[in-house]
Structure formats: C-alpha cells, structure tokens
C-alpha cells in the first residue's frame, strides 16, 4: 500500500461517522476511531485495553460471543444488534458487522452504527403488536386483509386460533378462507365479499365456522372497504369474532327471561329490581297494576315508590332494610299500606331478598308484591266476629258463673252429693269458658295492635316472689311446691309489669297443671349473654317431640287428651310468645317424655347507672 492510500485510509478512519475498531479474540480493543468518544462518551484511553463485552449489557454478552467464536472458526462476517453502555450509564444499540482480518494474530475488524432511534421505533411497534395481539386473543377477535387485485389474504394469528389451526407462513387464498364456513354460509359470505367489491357496501354478518377439529362456532363477520386514489375498493380489511359462548349464554338468557315472564302472568304478584350501586329501580307491569296504574303511568324510580306508601310504613321499611343489608335479618319481609289509584288502601305482603358482592356488601335488592288485601279484610271481619260473639258471651257467662257461684254458696249443702257434684262441674266449666273468651279477646286484641305496653325496669328479686305467692293457692290445689332461689345474682329486666306477669302466670299455672303430686315446680334466673333467661321448670309427663315445634302455634295442645282433663284452651303460650315479641323478648322450650320441660323467655337487661 502507498504512502498515499494509507494516509487516504488513516483519514476515513479518523473521520468515519460509523464507530470502527480493531480488538483481538478475547475483545480486548486495540484501536477505535474518534466516533466512538462522540457517541458513548468514553474516551481513547478508557477504551483501549478494555474488554468490550464488559461494556454490553448482561442479556447480550452470550450473542455477542458466538458471533465472535463464528467469525474466528472463518464464517462469514457476522452482523449483530447490541446494546452498549455509554459512560453516562444509559445503554444505546449499535449495529455491528464482524469480519476476521487476514492478519496472522486474528484480529477482528469492526464497525458499529447507533441505531438507538430506529430500534426504539421498532421496540414501540414491536410492543403495539404484541399487545394487539394480547388484545385480539383476550377478545376472540381476529383480524384479516384481502387484497383485490391480487385476491391474496392476510390474517392475524387470533383468525388462525378462531379456526383452530396452528399459525404458519403459507400463502392465505380467498378459499381457505370462506370454504371453512358451512353449507348455506359459504355463498352467503362469497355473496357478501362479491357486493362489498362491486358496491362498496360493508359487511355485517354471523356465521356458522367448522373448524378443522369439527367444532362448530358463531363467528360475527365484519369488514369494510379500503379504496385506491380513483375510488376503486382496493381491498377489504375485517375482522371475525367468535361469540359462540356469548349466543348460547343469550339463548339461555332467553330461555329463562321467557320462562320469567311466563311465571309472571301466572301468578298476580308483582316483582320489583332497585340496583343499589346505581340507586335504579324497576317495577313490572303486574306492580303498577296492583296500585290500579298502567305501565306508563309510574315512573321506575325510588321517588314513586316513596310517594305510593304509607309515610310510616316506608319508615319501617327503610329500616328493615338497612337491618337486611347489615346482615341482622336473613329477609326483609313485611305487609305495607300503599294508596290506590282510586282512593282505598291496598294491602301488600312484601318480601326481598338482597344479592352480595364477594366482600358481603349488597348491590341489588329484588323482591315481590303480594296483593293481601282481600285476606286483611277478612282477618278483619274475623276479628270483628270473635271479638262480637266474644264480648256477647262475656255478659251471660258472667251471670252464669255468679249464679252457680251463689247457689253453691247459699245452697250447697242443702243440696244432694250429685247435685253439689253437677254444680261444681258446672262451676268449673262456666270458668274454663270466661278463660278462653278472655284469651280469644287477647288473641284479637294483640293481632289488631290494640294492646298497649308500658315497658320498665323490673327488679327480679320482688318481681318473681310475687309470682310464687300468686300461684300457691292454685299449686295446693295439685299438691306440687313452687320454689324460687333468690341467692344468686340481682337482675334488673326492661318490660311491661302487667304482660311478664300474664306470661309468667301461664307459663307456672301450666307446669303446675303436668308436674306430679309432691314434686315441685321451680323458677329460675341468669345471664345469657347480654339478656337475662327466665326459666320455668317441672318434672312432668314432658312434651312429644312432634309437638315441640308447634306448641306456640294457636289451639295446639301438647296432649290434647291430658289438656283436656287438666283445662286449657290453647291459646296461653300463644298469646305469651306475642306478648313477649312485642317486648323485645323471645321463648324456648326444651322437654323430655316423663322427665319434664323447660321453657325459657329471654328479655333486653335494664340499663343501670352503674352500667
């Protein structure tokens, strides 16, 4: 080489825009050209002797190494993309060609360009088809090009999915494409493409796609048209969808909703929705009507039904509902007064049930309406009677019992054993009948709401010696004992004096009744957890464990034979267990044939200042 060509040589390198240097088999550089200071920042003196691979990133050393073992083994020059740190720390990519020197020492030429821009570029459209991807496969959405003049078709790897084949580079025709469609689907498609080429019109369809395992899928077909500078349609470009699952979902949807409605027309109850997140509300057709209004006459909105209620029922309800959403009622159900069209009140048995997200909160309320008016009215009428013919029956039964009661006492021992005995028999059934007319009058009286409490504190240490006292006379005529143990705590109820003493008298006249002569009847109280119990307890026959359950319902007697001879009208633990509710209270039994009962009222303990 002259004197010139390497002066010529000397200054393209110095002066080269592309990073040259020269490095040996372990990259260890031995020459570099300015660039390099230009565009890492390092200079001559830090570069030289340095290894190279200890400026790349740790992800890149390996590739770099095996292109370098290539070009030593004398493969051709080998092109690589790396990255380099720079000595401000930050990594820039450089394109590299590698080729081996002829030279007997085996150094490896290389230039190096910054194609940091470029590759960020690609890295940013890299990135955006790796998420369409994501998206399309997320979606069941494919995406497809068909180009006209060439009737060559491009799809997106979610199409090859959709038709269950694996991606592959082969040519795409217009064939593969619509002859997977079935039957009738295939012209329909070829119809569809042939009118969008001809006149522009887009595409919209669902087809029928068997696949190459033979499943069969819903695909949704939509494309539109790409056009040339003259306003020829250049090409289609679409996209398909597999709603295989989202149509059956909505056949079954259909399926249920026809079902729904079918229910709906068969029964006169009205169904109501309020979506809590969204505070909408809607009320079906049946609903409106009950209240005597057409469909679009109401407003499907909190407001109407807050205007069609009782100002007082709707209180009520409002805090059902809160106590429902709280989780303390398992339903809300309760009968409300709302206004009719036409003037009257109508009454409704409501009943709801709250739907709960994953954290238990409720979102959505559903419910139904009950028109129960017909059967208030006859409560009412029946309640009107048996308070009638009950009071009708007050009057001579008073006159009856007086009468036998002064016959007794006036001529009872003029009169003959069997009379006395007739009179006596007469005695004590004019008495069981003033019983059970002054419970069917309770009975009325607390099912209309017409008996008052007043509730107080109640001090058990006097309140339940008085019970005993009340009930000795009555338990010697049994020959049974009462015993109350006063030496446990002091407890302290909030209840009605008058009530707890109507329940307490049934609840020790009744274990008088069914204990055994020469046993003993006793009452007892304690703390449960933030109540205080009351309990009654005998060593009678017990109670058959069919009856337990209905004992408080109205006229069940436990024995009707033994109920009978003993006297009672079964109606007393009926009316105790309504006496007790409306105190806030509640009662248990607990029984064993021939070893006796227990029954148990719980009532709210009495603040006290002491706390």
């Known amino acids: 080489m002259s004197e010139n060509q390497q002066n010529m040589l000397n200054d393209w390198f110095e002066n080269a825009l592309d990073l040259l240097c020269i490095f040996d088999e372990t990259t260890c550089l031995n020459q570099i050209n300015p660039a390099w200071t230009k565009t890492t920042g390092w200079t001559e003196g830090e570069l030289i002797g340095s290894q190279l691979v200890d400026f790349l990133h740790p992800e890149d050393v390996a590739s770099m190494r095996g292109a370098l073992q290539n070009v030593l083994e004398n493969l051709p020059q080998q092109n690589i993309e790396n990255r380099w740190r720079q000595k401000n720390g930050q990594y820039i990519w450089l394109s590299w060609t590698l080729c081996l020197s002829g030279l007997p020492h085996k150094a490896i030429y290389a230039s190096a360009r910054d194609i940091s821009t470029s590759k960020q570029k690609q890295i940013a459209i890299d990135n955006d088809v790796r998420l369409l991807e994501l998206a399309e496969q997320t979606?069941?959405?494919?995406?497809?090009?068909?180009?006209?003049?060439?009737?060559?078709?491009?799809?997106?790897?979610?199409?090859?999915?959709?038709?269950?084949?694996?991606?592959?580079?082969?040519?795409?025709?217009?064939?593969?494409?619509?002859?997977?469609?079935?039957?009738?689907?295939?012209?329909?498609?070829?119809?569809?493409?042939?009118?969008?080429?001809?006149?522009?019109?887009?595409?919209?369809?669902?087809?029928?796609?068997?696949?190459?395992?033979?499943?069969?899928?819903?695909?949704?077909?939509?494309?539109?048209?790409?056009?040339?500078?003259?306003?020829?349609?250049?090409?289609?470009?679409?996209i398909l969808q597999d709603v295989t699952e989202e149509r059956v979902h909505?056949?079954?949807?259909?399926?249920?909703?026809?079902?729904?409605?079918?229910?709906?027309?068969?029964?006169?109850?009205?169904?109501?929705?309020?979506?809590?997140?969204?505070?909408?509300?809607?009320?079906?057709?049946?609903?409106?009507?009950?209240?005597?209004?057409?469909?679009?006459?109401?407003?499907?909105?909190?407001?109407?039904?807050?205007?069609?209620?009782?100002?007082?029922?709707?209180?009520?309800?409002?805090?059902?509902?809160?106590?429902?959403?709280?989780?303390?009622?398992?339903?809300?159900?309760?009968?409300?007064?709302?206004?009719?069209?036409?003037?009257?009140?109508?009454?409704?048995?409501?009943?709801?049930?709250?739907?709960?997200?994953?954290?238990?909160?409720?979102?959505?309320?559903?419910?139904?309406?009950?028109?129960?008016?017909?059967?208030?009215?006859?409560?009412?009428?029946?309640?009107?009677?048996?308070?009638?013919?009950?009071?009708?029956?007050?009057?001579?039964?008073?006159?009856?019992?007086?009468?036998?009661?002064?016959?007794?006492?006036?001529?009872g021992e003029e009169l003959s054993e069997p009379a006395r005995k007739l009179v006596r028999i007469a005695q004590n059934n004019s008495?069981?009948?003033?019983?059970?007319?002054?419970?069917?009058?309770?009975?009325?009286?607390?099912?209309?709401?017409?008996?008052?409490?007043?509730?107080?504190?109640?001090?058990?240490?006097?309140?339940?010696?008085?019970?005993?006292?009340?009930?000795?006379?009555?338990?010697?005529?049994?020959?049974?004992?009462?015993?109350?143990?006063?030496?446990?705590?002091?407890?302290?109820?909030?209840?009605?004096?008058?009530?707890?003493?109507?329940?307490?008298?049934?609840?020790?006249?009744?274990?008088?009744?069914?204990?055994?002569?020469?046993?003993t009847v006793k009452i007892r109280a304690h703390t449960r957890n933030d109540k205080i119990a009351i309990s009654v307890i005998d060593t009678g026959r017990g109670i058959p464990r069919d009856m337990r359950d209905k004992i408080f319902n109205k006229f069940i007697q436990a024995d009707s034979s033994d109920q009978r001879h003993k006297g009672g009208t079964g109606l007393g633990l009926t009316i105790s267990k309504a006496l007790l509710e409306k105190m806030n209270g509640t009662i248990t039994v607990i029984s064993k044939l021939d070893e006796g009962s227990t029954f148990t009222i719980l009532l709210p303990r009495a603040e006290t200042s002491d706390g």
Not at 167 to 191: C, M, R, Y
Not at 214 to 224: D, Q
Not at 446 to 473: K, W
Request: charge should be negative; proline fraction near 2%; glycine fraction near 6%.
């Open 431 to 519: 008495e069981r009948l003033n019983f059970l007319v002054n419970d069917i009058l309770d009975m009325d009286r607390l099912q209309s709401g017409n008996v008052t409490f007043s509730p107080s504190v109640i001090s058990l240490d006097s309140f339940l010696p008085q019970v005993i006292e009340n009930h000795r006379s009555y338990a010697g005529k049994f020959k049974v004992d009462l015993d109350y143990d006063q030496s446990g705590d002091s407890y302290q109820i909030l209840a009605d004096p008058d009530r707890l003493m109507q329940v307490m008298a049934n609840l020790v006249s009744n274990a008088i009744k069914f204990s055994h002569e020469g046993h």
């Open 250 to 411: 909505q056949a079954s949807l259909r399926s249920k909703e026809e079902l729904l409605s079918m229910a709906f027309r068969a029964t006169s109850d009205g169904i109501w929705d309020w979506d809590l997140q969204t505070d909408q509300m809607w009320f079906s057709p049946q609903w409106k009507a009950q209240l005597g209004y057409e469909e679009d006459e109401i407003s499907n909105s909190f407001e109407s039904w807050a205007n069609l209620i009782f100002d007082e029922d709707r209180i009520q309800a409002m805090d059902m509902m809160d106590a429902h959403f709280r989780g303390e009622l398992d339903r809300f159900e309760m009968i409300q007064r709302f206004h009719h069209k036409k003037g009257h009140t109508v009454f409704i048995l409501v009943r709801a049930y709250a739907l709960r997200d994953e954290q238990g909160r409720a979102i959505r309320l559903i419910g139904a309406h009950t028109d129960v008016t017909e059967l208030k009215q006859l409560e009412q009428a029946k309640s009107e009677f048996t308070s009638i013919v009950s009071h009708e029956l007050r009057t001579p039964l008073t006159a009856i019992h007086g009468a036998i009661g002064l016959l007794d006492g006036h001529y």
């Open 139 to 238: 979606a069941r959405i494919g995406h497809w090009r068909l180009d006209v003049s060439k009737g060559e078709l491009q799809w997106s790897n979610e199409v090859y999915n959709i038709y269950g084949r694996r991606p592959n580079k082969a040519v795409i025709t217009l064939d593969d494409f619509i002859d997977a469609f079935s039957g009738s689907h295939q012209k329909e498609f070829w119809s569809l493409i042939q009118h969008a080429i001809n006149d522009g019109r887009e595409i919209s369809t669902e087809l029928v796609l068997k696949r190459d395992d033979n499943e069969r899928r819903t695909i949704a077909v939509r494309a539109v048209c790409e056009y040339d500078a003259s306003g020829v349609v250049r090409s289609l470009f679409g």
